[in-house]
């Protein structure tokens, strides 16, 4: 089995805690280049890797098969579509672009180019979202009427990074995932109304959404605030037979930002339980599946290999982007958009 080599882009947070690790432990994949400004600090985490300065440099590289573009936003199409002419695969961090035609242009130039290009929709496989995934599916819910999705953290002062800044603030940094786990679960809704606001003093971007997906018979809130002192709540989820209330996040991020390496038997597991509450019943807690990223990657060294599905193909990464794309419309116009 020949060894996929792995050139990235960028070794900020989601070069050095979603990418990097996981490479490293993916059976059959290598990290053979990284592009940064700062060797320095990607020899601390990776002593001996090639880093050089710029994408042309990435791309000049030998041996290199798929390309991870986790750089800031505006360079995602740009980048990757740089990577596809080169005839290599291409993984792009979320947001997958800025605007839809940017999403559709990529997605077109991986398909006219017989390669895979696959969005980094980790959250997927999150250990909450695979334990609601398989409570609606075997019904334990009944017919879900109310869905809300918090992503809220508490960091009241900005802090001088472009993250902070990026266009479209943290519709397009949080919104991503939320975005598309609402997809997975419901399918494209009738119509979005959006409120991204910017409530911090001195905030240079948008750090609030609320948004709600309009579908025939159900309600989904999608919800972030980088000013929720008690930002614990994650899901709360109602049905026609109960209701399923989660507190917590999935814990591999953290561990990753803390350096440790996606392995052991204790990975992805959730300790916190989300709690059942049916009707006229006492709650109970609900034990976490494993959550685990490291699927995301085996799939997409299969993709590659070609001998599986793309694990996140362009046209789920165009059908986020339509639903934020109208989002920032909606929040513009203060009113409904609905989705033709």
């Known amino acids: 089995m020949r060894e996929i080599g792995v050139g990235l882009i960028g070794y900020g947070l989601g070069g050095r805690a979603f990418h990097a690790p996981y490479v490293g432990i993916t059976p059959g994949m290598t990290l053979r280049a990284v592009v940064s400004r700062d060797p320095a600090k990607v020899h601390a985490d990776l002593p001996g890797m ?10 000049a590289e030998p041996d290199i098969d798929l390309v991870v573009v986790s750089s800031p936003d505006e360079l ?37 180019a017989g390669v895979v290009v696959t969005a ?43 993250k902070e800044a990026r266009p479209g603030g943290v519709w397009l940094d949080l919104g991503p995932h939320l975005v598309d786990q609402a997809l997975q679960l419901f399918g494209r809704p009738i119509a979005i ?51 399923w209330i ?24 959730d300790p916190v339980p989300g709690m059942l509450t049916r009707a006229s019943e006492t709650p109970v807690a609900v034990p976490n599946a494993r959550g685990d990223y490291r699927l995301f990657w085996h799939a997409l060294a299969a993709a590659v290999r070609g001998e599986g599905p793309n694990p996140v193909p362009g046209c789920d990464a165009i059908a986020v982007m339509e639903l934020l794309e109208a989002g920032l419309r909606s929040s513009e116009e203060r009113r409904e958009i609905a989705l033709g």
């Open 50 to 59: 090639n880093v050089v300065p710029d994408v042309t440099a990435l791309l």
């Open 76 to 112: 995602h199409a740009e980048q990757a579509l740089a990577a596809i002419r080169a005839g290599k695969h291409v993984l792009v961090d979320k947001p997958f672009a800025t605007t839809l035609a940017d999403a559709r242009a990529v997605a077109a130039a991986g398909e006219g």
């Open 120 to 162: 980094f929709q980790n959250r997927r496989w999150d250990a909450d979202f695979l334990t609601l995934k398989g409570l609606i599916e075997a019904g334990t819910l009944g017919e879900i009427v109310q869905f809300e999705s918090h992503f809220d953290r508490w960091r009241p002062v900005p802090a001088d990074v472009w």
């Open 193 to 243: 109304t959006a409120d991204i606001a910017t409530l911090r003093e001195r905030a240079p971007a948008p750090d609030y959404f609320h948004a709600v997906l309009r579908y025939p018979e159900r309600r989904v809130l999608l919800h972030a605030s980088k000013l929720i002192a008690e930002h614990q709540l994650r899901f709360a989820v109602h049905g026609t037979q109960g209701s």
């Open 246 to 269: 989660k507190y917590g996040i999935d814990p591999q991020e953290a561990a990753t930002v803390a350096g440790r390496a996606p392995r052991g038997e204790d990975w992805g597991l």
